[in-house]
């Protein structure tokens, strides 16, 4: 047997569980996408504020960089000679938006969370996750040395039976519990203010939180639903991407001075990784001045999303979302990907999201809503759900 047979037959097993993955080709205009010669409306998009799509954004951002400034790789690490001026700036003004807290800036969420984790934590440590956190906040805590346990999804008691039990226990001088603030596949959250309850309780505790679905679209100002919920300045590490509502690419994090200057030390992804290029960090900085302005995008994106979960409800439909993302749980994997092709032909384009990245028969279409969908086509998607 050739070894790359061994391979060969683990897609297959893939393919015949309808598994499978792969890349599909697309063109995007607008809030439609095309692929091979179909136009659809776009309902799987993270680009929640329809920034991503915006031309006219993009031009006043070259209009307004002058070629110096347009510099496309920092050709280093930051610690060595990739610190551009664009980073600090950036940092900055995160930090002033945060009430002064500190900001530290990464390549991407996935860095953020396989980075920070691991430099947080040693063997005296004890990391509680959810159950449903994202994958790159499992690698994370796979690759730290910590002891680790994840307790029932959103479960808040089971959280607090946890903590009770290693608060007092002398292995342990840390707890760190890891969750995010709107979940990525199921669109539930997580009650920012009674985890902040849980942590004013057990001094040994810090909070770790994603909020990579509620920056750009939950708070006032777009902070993400740490600012909704006025616990800012409670979260040790508030994370997030930029890749998402923020139309760029890159993860920060706000924290206490003394942690950002701990991982500027003890943080590999950070240390050994090529910085981005300082185009993207002005341009990440240009868009997330332009989202604190944006409660409009976000007040319509609400709404549209609560009629969706409403009406979903109205059809007996099991919907945990409380947010823009909106799962429709249809269990078999086979059905699921059949479900999305037939609302692909008549122009909605839905993804059937399938195990692993889902528990074993919860597969599901994810609808993610954006700024640039009206209620009328979700009246229309409705009439085939
Ligand atoms: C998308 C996502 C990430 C990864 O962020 P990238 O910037 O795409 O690497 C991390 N955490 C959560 C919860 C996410 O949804």
Avoid at 240 to 255: D, E, H, P, Q, R
């Amino acid at each position: 047997m050739q070894l790359i047979d061994h391979y060969a037959a683990q897609l297959q097993s893939l393919k015949q569980q309808g598994n499978l993955r792969q890349f599909t080709q697309f063109h995007q205009q607008g809030r439609q996408i095309e692929i091979v010669g179909r136009s659809m409306l776009n309902l799987a998009s993270n680009d929640y504020l329809g920034l991503a799509a915006d031309e006219k954004l993009r031009e006043a951002f070259f209009d307004q960089t002058p070629t110096s400034e347009r510099v496309m790789s920092s050709s280093s690490s930051r610690l060595l000679t990739g610190n551009f001026a664009a980073y600090e700036h950036f940092e900055y003004s995160l930090s002033q938006a945060f009430h002064g807290r500190a900001a530290l800036l990464f390549n991407s969420g996935y860095h953020m969370n396989i980075g920070i984790l691991p430099a947080i934590s040693d063997g005296r440590t004890i990391i509680l996750a959810d159950k449903l956190v994202h994958a790159s906040m499992i690698d994370g805590i796979r690759l730290s040395s910590a002891k680790y346990i994840r307790f029932r999804h959103n479960d808040m008691l089971h959280l607090q039976q946890l903590l009770k039990r290693y608060q007092d226990d002398g292995n342990f001088d840390r707890i760190i519990v890891v969750t995010e603030s709107i979940f990525s596949m199921d669109g539930d959250e997580t009650d920012l203010s009674q985890l902040v309850q849980l942590k004013r309780q057990h001094n040994k505790v810090m909070l770790y939180v994603d909020e990579a679905h509620a920056i750009g679209v939950r708070g006032a100002k777009g902070l993400g639903c740490a600012e909704q919920y006025q616990v800012i300045d409670d979260i040790d590490f508030l994370v997030g991407t930029f890749g998402k509502a923020l139309a760029s690419v890159g993860g920060y994090l706000i924290c206490h001075p003394v942690l950002r200057d701990y991982l500027i030390n003890h943080m590999r992804p950070l240390i050994f990784s090529t910085a981005q290029p300082p185009i993207c960090m002005a341009w990440t900085q240009f868009i997330f001045e332009h989202m604190q302005q944006l409660q409009q995008s976000r007040q319509h994106l609400q709404v549209l999303s609560q009629f969706l979960q409403q009406q979903l409800h109205n059809k007996d439909y099991f919907c945990p979302s409380t947010s823009h993302i909106v799962p429709v749980i249809i269990g078999d994997s086979k059905d699921t990907v059949e479900r999305a092709k037939q609302l692909q032909q008549i122009g909605f384009y839905v993804m059937p999201v399938r195990p692993p990245t889902v528990p074993q028969q919860s597969s599901r279409l994810r609808i993610s809503l954006n700024a640039m969908i009206y209620q009328q086509d979700l009246e229309q998607l409705l009439k085939y759900l």
